[in-house]
């Protein structure tokens, strides 16, 4: 399989996987916890906004709501990894890629469709957010295959071979 190949053997070169894993798995907790917290601080800030139409606040709201329990939902799932990468639990490893996954290719999709939107010139500040943005979705892409390849190294340990029987 083409993941197989491409996933990192150790975390930079230096660190064993799980060690790789469990500083993913910080990262992405406090990340979440960022979030969180931003958008909370969002939401509270919208009873500010003096020119907004009712429909534009509702939206707002209703998005930025839903940004905050999904956010929060990504801190426990986060929480949930880090206590399977410590016990060497495979399906909670999996269970995170396979979460984490789905929302970077979310999330890349989104920025792209909002790029396409609303740039209208070619400026400076336009070219470095996308750099910007590019260099987060492959740092982002990197952390997924670690905690892939440390799925792969534990599920290697932990495959029972079948049971046979002697007559």
């Not at 020119?51 to 990504?74: D, E, K, P, W």
Request: glycine share 6%; charged share 10%.
């Amino acid at each position: 399989m083409f993941f197989q190949k491409i996933a990192p053997k150790s975390f930079l070169g230096k660190f064993t996987l799980q060690k790789g894993s469990l500083i993913v798995g910080s990262i992405t907790l406090i990340i979440s916890v960022i979030c969180v917290i931003s958008i909370a601080v969002e939401i509270l800030y919208y009873k500010e906004c003096k020119g907004c139409t009712s429909l534009v606040m509702h939206n707002a709201y209703s998005f930025s709501i839903n940004a905050a329990i999904y956010c929060l939902f990504m801190f426990f799932v986060n929480l949930w990894f880090i206590w399977g990468v410590r016990n060497h639990k495979s399906s909670v490893v999996l269970s995170w890629v396979v979460v984490t996954g789905l929302w970077w290719g979310q999330s890349l999709v989104l920025v792209f469709v909002l790029l396409c939107m609303y740039i209208t010139d070619t400026s400076l500040g336009w070219m470095i957010a996308l750099a910007g943005a590019l260099l987060a979705y492959v740092i982002m892409a990197y952390f997924i295959l670690v905690a892939y390849g440390y799925w792969l190294t534990i599920r290697k340990i932990t495959v029972v071979p079948p049971v046979t029987t002697v007559e």
